[in-house]
């Protein structure tokens, strides 16, 4: 896909998490939204990923470790093919396959169950090391969030993934900088992130806008070049990107939109659309 294709493409992805999260009255906007681009770059561009074939052996795998933003991560799966758009209407409701956080068993192209927060990465870990034993040439990718990454797991993880030498690993941090409490730095800073990673011996890239597609090609093609340590990816983004009274807003961590407030969100998500469209 081209730059435009992947700015359409999130768009619409967005245009799904703001109507499963409507249509559910629960869920989890504002980290799903600042997450849109780097869901998009992975899926349709970076993953080596089959929707006809899920559970190719030799597929990259994709490890959501802040999984309360399952709507970001069933919008994409959607729209790739994985399963009907129209599902994400049945978010969090009885008999839908789309529960409030993923569930391998039960939908297409979930790699690994998830929402225990700090427990993603080390599933990452094991996926990765598999890898390396049966000389496997996938990638395995995990999504964290930056108030996830004040769990104690999270650093075992890392310090396992480095000893390894995973370098088929990439750690996605999600640096939108607002969790459920408030903003990270009042709740429990993990600042510097980007040290920290460095400590625990990974290849660290910066990205200064998570929201821009130039900038995480730029840091996933670094990735790939990586070898002998495994890579983190710290991308400071716009948690409630692209909903006007989203943006920056902690109250959006895990509410839903009502209908007024939808209507809202759905025409901002019109107006980017229109935008783009004349491009």
Known sequence: MNKLE???????????????????????????????????????????????????????????????????LYATLAHKGYFPVEDLLTLRQIGSHLQGHPCKQHTPGIDMSSGSLGQGISAACGMALAGKLQNKSYRVYALLGDGEIEEGQVWE?????????????????????????????EVNSPYPIDKKFEAFNFHVINVEDGNDFDQLEAAFKEAREVTGVPTAIIAKTVKGKGVSFMENQVSWHGTAPNDEQYAVAMEDLKKVEEALCQK
């Open 6 to 72: 992947l700015q359409k493409t999130a768009n619409e992805i967005r245009k799904g998490i703001i109507s499963g999260v409507h249509a559910a009255k629960a869920g989890h906007p504002g980290g799903s939204l600042s997450a849109t681009e780097i869901f998009t770059y992975l899926y349709f561009e970076e993953m080596n990923v089959d929707p006809k074939n899920p559970n190719d052996p030799d597929r990259d795998r994709f490890v959501l470790s802040k999984g309360h933003t399952a709507p970001g």
């Open 157 to 185: 993880a890392a310090m396992f993934a480095a000893a390894k030498k995973l370098d088929n690993l990439v750690v996605i941090v999600d640096n939108n900088g607002l969790q459920i409490d408030g903003s990270i730095e």
